[in-house]
């Protein structure tokens, strides 16, 4: 079992920035990937980005490619999306997940948080 604690959501103004943060306990997560989602109201859940925690590699949806970066601290186990230059459009529920995958769809991933909001204001 792996858990997943989100932290750093909020509300910031457009052209803003926001750094959240995804806690993982549980089994050793080495052989993991972490995912970042989101879901904003009377949408289907989309994908932000991953990482591969053993390469550092990653992938961006193009909605965010360019302003937003993920990253990692395997020492502190926490995984990090760095969202900068926001707009109202980023406005949504963030998730993070963990899944053996390099997947861009949400069933690949096995594990979520609990997701925190951001809110960005016109």
């Known amino acids: 079992q792996v858990q997943l604690v989100e932290s750093g959501g909020g509300l910031v103004q457009a052209g803003g920035s926001l750094r959240l943060s995804c806690a993982a306990s549980?089994?050793?997560?080495?052989?993991?990937?972490m995912g970042w989602f989101r879901q904003a109201p009377g949408k289907e859940r989309e994908f932000v980005a991953v990482?591969?925690?053993?390469?550092?590699?990653?992938r961006y949806a193009d909605s965010v490619q360019g302003r937003f970066t993920i990253s990692r601290d395997s020492a502190k186990r926490t995984g990090y999306l760095q969202m900068d230059s926001l707009k109202p459009e980023d406005t949504a529920v963030y998730y993070c997940?963990?899944?053996?995958?390099?997947?861009?769809?949400?069933?690949?991933?096995?594990?979520w948080g609990q997701g925190t909001q951001v809110t960005v204001s016109s």
């Open positions: 997940a963990a899944g053996r995958n390099f997947a861009v769809v949400a069933d690949f991933y096995d594990y």
């Open positions: 549980g089994r050793t997560f080495s052989n993991y990937l």
């Open positions: 990482i591969r925690w053993s390469d550092r590699s990653a």
